[in-house]
């Protein structure tokens, strides 16, 4: 059974940075694809970046330029750069492991419990 632990969210100003991190365990990190996603309050759960195991990597348009996901597979942690964070980054962020990098939560086998990005302006 995998394990996935993420941490680094806090509270953070407009403008700001936070990097998350997302550390595995029990499975082999470097077969998996990675996925960030988030959830505000009363909002699904929406896509926000994801790795393959090739280190691809793909992203929702509003964190284009902003974010960027990268991978440790010594570390079997992926980790999800934030810079220029705004009031609507403001969320819950999961990160996932599945087979494919894709879009859709539920492509995906294996979820961390989340953690709290909040952003004020």
């Known amino acids: 059974q995998v394990q996935l632990v993420e941490s680094g969210g806090g509270l953070v100003q407009a403008g700001g940075s936070l990097r998350l991190s997302c550390a595995t365990s029990g499975g082999t990190f470097s077969s998996y694809a990675m996925g960030w996603f988030r959830q505000a309050p009363g909002k699904e759960r929406v896509f926000v970046s994801a790795i393959s195991r090739s280190a691809g990597t793909y992203y929702t348009d509003s964190v284009k330029g902003r974010f960027t996901i990268s991978r440790d597979n010594a570390k079997n942690t992926v980790y999800l750069q934030m810079n220029n964070l705004k009031p609507e980054d403001t969320a819950v962020y999961y990160c996932?492991?599945?087979?494919?990098?894709?879009?859709?939560?539920?492509?995906?086998?294996?979820w961390g419990e989340g953690t709290q990005v909040t952003v004020s302006s």
């Open positions: 996932a492991a599945g087979q494919r990098a894709l879009v859709v939560a539920a492509r995906y086998d294996y």
